[in-house]
């Protein structure tokens, strides 16, 4: 027989065990780039810019038009337009099984929200990609969306603003993605001729098809801090040409010291450089 005996109940709480656990998932964020823990709540705040380094998250599409337009109102344009699945095309998973998913996530029916809507009080019309879905692929819907903008920008007479955070062109769709870069570029080009003002916002990542259509098209292209922004990737390049990439390839910073960029300008000040770039170009 122990030497010990436990004669009484012990104490009970009348809270579960389940419930005394201190919840804490999904609170806190490791910072990539100083490898910090950052209180969720704090990034949220500042923009989901680290406190600690200034290291730029990613930012969803609706959350960076509630960044550059006034009092986070903004009126949506062709929202229903969803791409039909042209090719049936299946790798891993059927393209329309990821469709339906990256839908019934994002609550959006493609990876691009245009939007018109005031910037400090001047009327624009705004583009902003969503990573999210599908990896801010461009297919036909989002080709199709931003033509559209761009020709309601034309006959609005109203300056247009395209943020781009996207892998390229969607190889589900093939050829068909392809295409928007010729037709994206098209209506830029009647939108030089109606003498009106583009900005292109390039954020991480801006790669492939986009980069090569209108992300680098703007009359003034600017990049948030550290973006990665190329057509293929480093590793792609390196395997190809035999030799390592200097320190920072492909980042804003690098690119703006060898002549891609306009600026490099932080999350926090994008907002009143682009309306001081809007009063500048339409003067």
Same mark, same amino acid.
């Given at each position: 027989m122990a030497w010990f005996k436990r004669d009484k109940d012990s104490i009970q709480s009348p809270v579960p065990p389940e419930e005394r656990r201190v919840?804490?998932? #999904?609170?806190?964020?490791?910072?990539? #780039? +100083?490898? $910090?823990? =950052?209180?969720r709540k704090d990034l949220? @705040?500042?923009w989901h810019v680290c406190t600690k380094c200034d290291y730029h998250f990613k930012l969803g599409a609706a959350k960076r038009l509630e960044l550059l337009l006034d009092d986070a109102r903004w009126t949506e344009h062709d929202a229903e337009l969803a791409s039909s699945d042209p090719l049936h095309f299946t790798d891993t998973r059927p393209y329309r099984q990821r469709l339906r998913e990256a839908r019934q996530k994002l609550g959006i029916n493609d990876a691009v929200i245009t939007a018109e809507g005031k910037l400090s009080g001047r009327p624009l019309i705004c583009c902003s990609m969503e990573f999210g879905f599908i990896g801010g692929s461009m297919g036909a819907v989002v080709g199709e969306k931003v033509t559209r903008a =761009?020709?309601?920008? =034309?006959?609005?007479?109203? &300056?247009?603003? =395209?943020? @781009? +955070? !996207?892998? %390229?062109?969607?190889?589900?769709?093939g050829t068909i993605s392809l295409m928007?870069?010729? $037709?994206? !570029? %098209?209506?830029?080009?009647?939108?030089d001729d109606a003498r009106l003002p583009y900005i292109s916002v390039l954020t991480d990542p801006t790669t492939g098809g986009v980069t090569a259509s209108y992300a680098m098209l703007g009359d003034l292209n600017i990049a948030e801090p550290g973006a990665l922004i190329g057509f293929a990737g480093p590793r792609v390049i390196?395997?190809?040409i035999r030799? $390592?990439?200097?320190?920072g390839f492909q980042r804003a910073e690098f690119l703006l010291q060898h002549g891609f960029l306009d600026a490099v300008v &932080?999350? !926090?000040?994008?907002? !009143?450089?682009?309306?001081t770039a809007l009063d500048f170009f339409l003067a």
């Open positions: 919840r804490t998932e #999904g609170m806190w964020e490791k910072c990539p #780039g +100083c490898r $910090k823990i =950052i209180w949220e @705040s500042n =761009i020709e309601r920008a =034309i006959a609005q007479r109203f &300056p247009i603003v =395209i943020v @781009s +955070c !996207s892998g %390229g062109a969607r190889m589900m769709e928007q870069l010729a $037709k994206v !570029s %098209g209506a830029l080009a009647r939108l390196e395997q190809t030799q $390592k990439l200097p320190e &932080p999350r !926090s000040r994008l907002k !009143s450089y682009i309306a």
